[in-house]
């Protein structure tokens, strides 16, 4: 079994500061890490994946995370924030054996200041 | 790129009705869907797990004879909420993998209202 834990239920930043989104796991297996974005009343859209290889993965939007396993941290950053990046915010995980079967984090509520 | 359409977007029933919400794939198929339930201010809680032709997974804590699940088709499941009441207000999200990739790609949701 996996969990996620996102360590900050909201975070408030001001337009154009940079801006870290924490998420830890917990896994006995390997597993494929995500990044989602969901704004109110609608469905997750997919912002960057680790799936193997480089630990630093671009996303859209401006958005990269770091995988590191030692730590078992996968935390999203963007150097730059804008008011549309305002919106929620989830981290999951699927092993690798049952892909598309997520845990998600409680999610992380980003409110952009101008 | 993958896409799922989920329908109706947002439904009003009376208690005691029951509801059917609709999860298509539109440009792949996918033998495996799943099903979320999302409570206002909270997590994605994953509800089942859809296979094409054959009964659905349930997790645990999630009764299969009031969500009932059938994935009749590559394309398309349906998850039906029975005699549903007002503690069944939530919002319902599919996900749908194409065979082959790791990432699911999510529907728009539906947001469910019993009164």
């Known amino acids: 079994a996996q969990s996620v834990t996102q360590l900050d239920s909201q975070v408030p930043v001001f337009e154009e500061a940079p801006v870290e989104l924490r998420c830890n796991y917990s896994?006995?297996?390997?597993?494929?890490l995500f990044w989602y974005v969901q704004y109110p009343n609608q469905g997750l859209q997919l912002l960057l994946k680790y799936l193997s290889g480089s630990t630093l993965v671009k996303g859209i939007n401006g958005f990269e995370a770091e995988f590191n396993k030692s730590q078992t941290s996968f935390h999203l950053r963007k150097p730059s924030v804008h008011i549309s990046d305002t919106a929620e915010y989830f981290c999951a995980v699927s092993d690798l054996t049952n892909a598309g079967k997520s845990t998600f984090g409680d999610g992380t509520t980003l409110t952009v200041k101008p | 790129g993958a896409v799922v359409s989920q329908h109706p977007s947002w439904v009003i029933c009376k208690s005691g009705t029951s509801v059917k919400i609709e999860c298509r794939s539109l440009?792949?198929?996918?033998?495996?869907m799943f099903w979320y339930r999302q409570f206002p201010k909270q997590s994605l809680m994953l509800m089942a797990t859809s296979n094409e032709g054959s009964k659905a997974t349930y997790e645990q804590g999630v009764e299969k004879d009031k969500f009932l699940i059938n994935h009749a088709s590559l394309t398309l499941s349906t998850l039906t909420v029975t005699s549903a009441h007002p503690e069944d207000s939530s919002f319902y999200i599919c996900?749908?993998?194409?065979?082959?990739?790791?990432?699911?790609?999510f529907g728009s949701g539906t947001r469910l209202t019993v009164v």
């Open positions: 896994s006995s297996v390997s597993v494929y």
């Open positions: 440009d792949f198929q996918a033998t495996t």
């Open positions: 996900s749908a993998r194409e065979t082959g990739t790791v990432s699911p790609t």
